[in-house]
């Protein structure tokens, strides 16, 4: 990376915060991993629920219990996560997040204030904590006498 470093990335790399990962994906991959920082994606495309966005997230950064579907729950699995880093933190991407389904639309508030206090609480003990949400719409609504399962493929 050297000294050609967009400032406003260097800026996030020190205190934390948003990216937009349709545009710097690459990028912040590439930053991160020489910053040290670890980088987590969570698979999100087929969750229609908040319980279902939470276990993608904690699938994404390997923790050891799932809590449900509470928002006190996904900070302390964050928080933990973080202070398990030894080099200083942590990148979570939120891939194909399906921000417009109803359920998720319902949550989005208190969702982005979970991250963004992750991020505070990061910059308070010393780490960074950075985050991308890859927004991908809203899914197709069901179709009657069609079953979908978490294992089929996209037709």
Not at 110 to 126: I, W
């Amino acid at each position: 990376m050297g000294k050609a470093v967009d400032p406003a990335l260097r800026q996030l790399l020190k205190r934390g915060g948003d990216f937009d990962p349709l545009t710097g994906l690459d990028l912040m991959s590439a930053a991160a991993k020489e910053h040290g920082l670890a980088w987590c994606v969570a698979d999100c495309d087929k969750a229609r629920s908040r319980s279902a966005v939470f276990r993608a997230i904690v699938k994404a950064v390997d923790y050891p219990q799932f809590f449900g579907s509470d928002f006190d729950g996904l900070f302390d699995c964050l928080r933990d996560t973080l202070q398990d880093q030894k080099d200083g933190g942590l990148v979570l991407v939120l891939d194909k997040l399906h921000s417009e389904d109803p359920a998720i639309v319902m949550d989005g508030h208190q969702f982005l204030q979970v991250l963004n206090d992750t991020v505070s609480y990061a910059r308070e003990n010393g780490l960074v904590f950075i985050y991308g949400i890859h927004h991908a719409g809203k899914h197709d609504d069901a179709k009657p006498g069609v079953v979908r399962n978490w294992s089929d493929e996209p037709s």
